[in-house]
């Protein structure tokens, strides 16, 4: 089963359940969220957001965040390209590349980097989105919302879980999880988690494929109680991937063989993830304190034809390594009936060295006016910063009316050590170029208010107003190769969200809503600019996006419910570098998502199930532009997908499809660096995902 947004988290639970008869309906506000920092109900919280239940991620047998396009209003990840550098945007903001507008958080933990959201989600208790900025308490990172996710924590008793699936084009996935207490003191949980595709692209230049993807993912999970009011979570993480690279050619191309590529180097990206956390927890008679350690390593590869074509033009090789170490300590009141509160600081250190290759091959003329051989580029940024945040919420101020301040100042600085060399055509060796350092900081205050007013614990509503901000950075390597000063630092950008919404729950929880509308004023945008030597980000202009949004759920007849996720935004600039492009839309943005349909559950008794369920949608986006001009463009789509499974005791069984009647779409557009000079690859991009299908088997002891 699978339902969009609020709703969704609370239904699975009711409806999945062995032991709750199907009669039986929860009310909605029991769905506890903790992306507050606190725990707390949906209609406690005066912001639009959505909840999904990790049963009911309508997938592949093992879903990233990619999988959650068009299930949350106004939501959208690209599906293609690598793990390295996913576009997201939220409400018609984001990126293309760079540091990400939403923030990652995994049990309580920051995810900083956008090379490090794609990972399986398996083991998934609950993933709440909050849309708009959620700065005041995240960030530099939650300009214009958040992702919190819970894993399923470990269990207080012994148990196995294994599951194993296949799927259309060899895919195949594993997961085992078992939990392992030691008495009631520490609660263990080690988990694995495999998955692996030949994909669905053949290059003709090679003969092989270019979208095979292979991983790994190892995790163990403990909590230790040492008596009532102390409580120590402790994680460790370790992820590897490998996919091939980026399955790009000329768009004329792809729409008549939309999986045919044709270039002439070998692409692939290899990253490997370790992290590892201590959540400390203190509870006193009427406040509670949390201490949360984190730590992380990441170490990647990518080699690449840059050019995408079977003409010897310009292949890149990347290698990267980053520490990351953050710290939070969080003080807060426990409930009480008039004042909540929460006092906290967040502080972080990060150093990213980049070295980077480009080779230029015997057709270098067709994107280059020097006659280079190779250029080296060696970045390092160290990046330090501080935050101290506040909020305090008055309640029943007015009878039923919540009064919610909050306000954060973030400070950060960056320092660059910068290089790069030049090995001209029948130069025996490299030559210096650049040599540079600089440092810049960063900082910004970050206010919201809210008003929220409940009547009856079955309706609210509420407006906010609050400010996002993601600091500035640096750019891996330089274009400029006519001058031996260096620029590559990008500004900080910042924008402000006024937004309306409304939450309802029927008294009997068959009936649900959840609805906003929002205006968002966008300043100095940072954008993703492919240039001569490479993609940079520059501050481009101003943009607004104002929009509609709405989760929704009716249990129309017993055992039927019908879904729907939906959201409109309209983003454009107003001020831009480029004159011509005022007034273009917001690249990457589809104007409308859509996710609806019917699911169906019901008890059956047999001797291995006590559970059937079948899930039916369409998910939907909106007219899309991929360039600042708008002249690469795709018009709205729509994808039919289709969930079957039964469920019992010992054993789950799911067979799913997605896109089944093989739409064809474009999943990105670019406008090629060596289009200029072969215009038939000017127009360049990726075709979306064929139809798929596939089934699984858990097997539960």
């Known amino acids: 089963m699978t339902i969009c947004g609020s ?51 309508l997938n592949e047998n093992t879903p990233d965040l990619r999988n959650l396009s068009g299930m949350i209003p106004n939501f959208y990840m690209q599906e293609g390209g ?28 920051p995810v900083f980097d956008k090379n490090a959201f794609i990972f399986d989600l398996y083991d998934i208790k609950q ?92 995790r163990y999970q403990g909590q230790l109680y040492t008596n009532d009011t102390w409580q120590v979570a402790l994680g460790i993480n370790y992820n590897h991937s490998f996919d091939d690279g980026y399955a790009y050619h000329a768009i004329d191309s792809l729409k008549v063989h939309r999986y045919r590529v044709n270039y002439d180097a070998d692409a692939s990206y290899k990253r490997d993830l370790a992290s590892a956390h201590v959540n400390a927890r203190k509870t006193f008679d009427r406040t509670t304190l949390s201490w949360i350690t984190s730590y992380s390593w990441t170490k990647d590869k990518q080699e690449l034809d840059a050019d995408f074509t079977f003409h010897d033009v310009f292949r890149n090789g990347k290698k990267s390594k980053q520490n990351l170490v953050t710290q939070e300590i969080n003080y807060q009141s426990t409930e009480s009936e008039k004042l909540d509160w929460t006092v906290g600081t967040f ?53 039923g009316v919540f009064v919610t301040v909050g306000l954060r100042y973030d400070y950060e600085k960056a320092s660059l050590d910068y290089k790069d060399s030049l090995l001209f055509h029948k130069a025996n060796s490299f030559s210096g170029f650049h040599d540079w350092e600089e440092d810049n900081s960063y900082s910004a205050w970050l206010p919201k208010f809210s008003v929220l007013k409940k009547w009856n614990g079955q309706l609210s509503a509420y407006a906010s107003i609050a400010k996002g901000y993601k600091a500035g950075g640096y750019n891996i390597i330089a274009n400029d190769m ?29 009936f649900n809503v959840n609805a906003a509308i929002f205006y968002i004023d966008w300043k100095d945008q940072q954008i993703f600019v492919m240039e001569m030597m490479g993609p940079i980000i520059k501050n481009a202009g101003d943009a607004r996006s104002f929009g509609a949004e709405m989760d929704l759920t009716w249990e129309c007849m017993p055992h039927l419910t019908y879904f729907l996720s939906s959201g409109y935004s309209n983003s454009e600039y107003y001020h831009h570098l480029t004159k011509a492009y005022e007034g273009n839309k917001i690249v990457m943005a589809p104007e409308f998502t859509l996710n609806t349909g019917f699911s169906y559950q019901k008890k059956v008794k047999t001797p291995l199930f006590q559970s059937f369920m079948a899930t039916t949608s369409v998910t939907g986006f909106g007219k899309q532009y991929f360039d600042e001009a708008n002249t690469l463009k795709q018009n709205p789509y729509f994808l039919w997908n289709m969930n079957f499974g039964v469920s019992g005791k010992y054993i789950d069984f799911h067979v799913w499809g997605k896109n089944i009647l093989n739409k064809a779409f474009f999943c990105y557009m670019f406008n090629s660096p060596v289009g200029k000079n072969l215009p038939e690859y000017l127009n360049s991009g990726q075709s979306g995902a064929p139809s798929r299908f596939g089934a699984s088997i858990t097997i539960k002891i």
Not at 18 to 32: G, H, N, P, R
Not at 148 to 176: D, E, W
Not at 491 to 497: A, H, S
């Open 127 to 218: 993933i709440e989105v909050l849309r708009g900025p959620q700065t005041t308490l995240y960030g530099r990172n939650s300009i214009i919302g958040l992702i919190n996710i819970r894993t399923n924590p470990p269990a207080s008793k012994l148990t196995l879980q294994a599951k194993a699936g296949v799927s259309s084009y060899n895919s195949q996935n594993y997961m085992v999880t078992a939990n392992l207490p030691v008495r009631n003191v520490v609660y263990n949980k080690l988990s694995f988690s495999y998955n692996r595709t030949d994909g669905y692209f053949k290059n003709d230049f090679t003969g092989g494929k270019t979208n095979k993807s292979d991983s790994y993912n190892l």
């Open 347 to 399: 502080g972080f250190y990060k150093n990213l060295t980049n070295d980077y290759l480009a080779t230029f091959g015997t057709e270098r003329h067709l994107l280059l006016p020097l006659d280079l051989d190779k250029t080296l580029y060696y970045n390092n940024t160290s990046t330090w910063g501080i935050a101290g945040y506040g909020q305090v919420t008055l309640k029943n101020l007015l009878p």
């Open 7 to 57: 709703l969704s988290a609370q239904r699975s639970q009711v409806m999945q359940s062995d032991d709750t008869t199907f009669s039986a309906i929860k009310q909605l506000q029991e769905v506890t969220i903790t992306a507050e920092k606190r725990e707390l109900s949906i209609s406690e919280i005066p912001v639009a957001l959505s909840v999904i239940s990790g049963k009911n991620l």
């Open 482 to 510: 006519t001058s031996q000063v260096v620029k590559l630092e990008y500004d900080k950008e910042t924008l402000w969200n006024y937004e309306i919404g409304t939450k309802y729950f029927s008294q009997n929880g068959r």
């Open 82 to 109: 690598l793990k390295l550098s996913t576009p997201l945007y939220v409400r018609g903001i984001g990126t293309v590349s760079g540091t990400p507008p939403v923030g990652l958080y995994v049990d309580g933990v």
